[in-house]
T-cell receptor, first 109, second 112 residues
Framework: GQQLNQSPQSMFIQEGEDVSMNCTSSSIFNTWLWYKQDPGEGPVLLIALYKAGELTSNGRLTAQFGITRKDSFLNISASIPSDVGIYFC?????????????FGTGTRL | DVKVTQSSRYLVKRTGEKVFLECVQDMDHENMFWYRQDPGLGLRLIYF???????EKGDIPEGYSVSREKKERFSLILESASTNQTSMYLC???????????FGSGTRLTVV
């Protein structure tokens, strides 16, 4: 099955630094989602993007839906210790009624 | 808030055992999913279901089966557990696009 290319795989940063990660696909998606997984828990939805070019913020998090519909970016500003975790991108396809998500391999922060 | 509950956080089973992982959601969601999560591989879809008694194979269905007898409950079955099925298993549900999934807390299964 298809998986998204997510980078970087892991990052070590200092508190207060900004963080950027991205996800690319060979397929077009209608929806991009970003999740965060804390240790020992399931992923939790952070941001959802529904239109090409859309830029959406959630507190210190900002995500963008790429113009080509084949990529998405997540930025975290002024990182704090509780930002530690694994971040996953996910794309949802164009097929009507197809609810399946394709997930990236994760970025461990 | 939608709650997706997985019956066990940790399980240890022996090779060859039949294993049942249970997942229950409380918001009348149509769609339910089972993923496994392994380091470096992200989340891989095992099976999913769009309705009661309906199931479809995901990307890695081999060695697994599922059951959805009631809308709120989606069970993953390992017919004969093997060590390569040691993993974190995540259940998710969603009402419809474009809302994304709600995940359970996961079941970490170890097969010895």
């Amino acid at each position: 099955g298809q998986q998204l290319n997510q980078s970087p795989q892991s990052m070590f940063i200092q508190e207060g630094e900004d963080v950027s990660m991205n996800c690319t696909s060979s397929s077009i998606f209608n929806t991009w989602l970003w999740y965060k997984q804390d240790p020992g828990e399931g992923p939790v939805l952070l941001i959802a993007l529904y239109k090409a070019g859309e830029l959406t913020s959630n507190g210190r998090l900002t995500a963008q839906f790429g113009i080509t519909r084949k990529d998405s970016f997540l930025n975290i500003s002024a990182s704090i210790p509780s930002d530690v975790g694994i971040y996953f991108c996910a794309g949802q396809g164009r097929d009507f009624g197809n609810e399946k998500l394709t997930f990236g391999t994760g970025t461990r922060l | 808030d939608v709650k997706v509950t997985q019956s066990s956080r940790y399980l240890v089973k022996r090779t060859g055992e039949k294993v049942f992982l249970e997942c229950v959601q409380d918001m009348d969601h149509e769609n339910m999913f089972w993923y496994r999560q392994d380091p470096g591989l992200g989340l891989r879809l095992i099976y999913f279901s769009y309705d009661v008694k309906m199931k479809e194979k995901g990307d890695i269905p081999e060695g697994y089966s599922v059951s959805r007898e009631k809308k709120e409950r989606f069970s993953l079955i390992l017919e004969s557990a093997s060590t390569n099925q040691t993993s974190m298993y995540l259940c998710a549900s969603t009402l419809d696009r474009p809302y994304g999934y709600t995940f359970g807390s996961g079941t970490r299964l170890t097969v010895v």
